[in-house]
T-cell receptor, first 116, second 113 residues
């Protein structure tokens, strides 16, 4: 069964609104989680590293004020797309390494965001 | 920068056909290489990996060999099944990058009866 769960799987929102995507580790604690984004016919691109109890680390070119990441507990990281625009429509997926298992990396199911 | 290039899909094969999905990479340093698979409605799952040159990763009949001389990590399977239909991602990570993965674009495989 899934060890990292992402919700929602699909979301449609209006331009200008905000949408939150959750990433939960179900069977283990994750001090670090990663958020990726994939545009059509492009690679999965790392957006940011979510760190429990501290600020996220964003990759170059990713707006931290637009993509708010909160990692308030050892099992939950959230990505909030603020003031969404159609160009934010994409596939977002999170991952979490499980320490002590050879750092096996588990991925969520991904979330399809459509901004209309 | 580091990058992964894999063949565009979709790839459509009949059951029991031979599969090859090409993957090449560019990286500074010595990467570890991975193939991930995403079945419909599920998260990415690690299919196989190789951590150094000439290593062969294998799982579920799939295999890939880390070729440093050609900077490649092609995925192969001798006889595909309908249940192998999925999206396959080639990826790399560098030592010390704490599980940050660099992915290819993904290749959709459709296997028909």
């Amino acid at each position: 069964g899934a060890v990292v769960s992402q919700h929602p799987s699909w979301v449609i929102c209006k331009s200008g609104t905000s949408v939150k995507i959750e990433c939960r580790s179900l069977d283990f604690q994750a001090t670090t989680m990663f958020w990726y984004r994939q545009f059509p016919k492009q690679s999965l691109m790392l957006m940011a590293t979510s760190n429990e109890g501290s600020k996220a680390t964003y990759e170059q070119g990713v707006e931290k004020d637009k993509f708010l990441i909160n990692h308030a507990s050892l099992t939950l990281s959230t990505l909030t797309v603020t003031s969404a625009h159609p160009e934010d429509s994409s596939f977002y997926i999170c991952s979490a390494p499980e320490q002590g298992s050879g750092n096996t990396i588990y991925f969520g199911e991904g979330s399809w965001l459509t901004v209309v | 920068g580091d990058s992964v290039t894999q063949m565009e899909g979709p790839v459509t094969l009949s059951e029991e056909a031979f599969l090859t999905i090409n993957c090449t990479y560019t990286a500074t340093g010595y990467p570890s290489l991975f193939w991930y698979v995403q079945y419909p409605g599920e998260g990415l799952q690690l299919l196989l990996k190789a951590t150094k040159a000439d290593d062969k990763g294998s799982n579920k009949g799939f295999e890939a060999t880390y070729r440093k001389e050609t900077t490649s990590f092609h995925l192969e399977k001798g006889s595909v099944q309908v249940s192998d239909s999925a999206v396959y991602f080639c990826a790399l990570t560098l030592t010390g990058t704490a599980s940050k993965l660099t992915f290819g674009t993904g290749t959709r495989l459709q296997v028909t009866l």
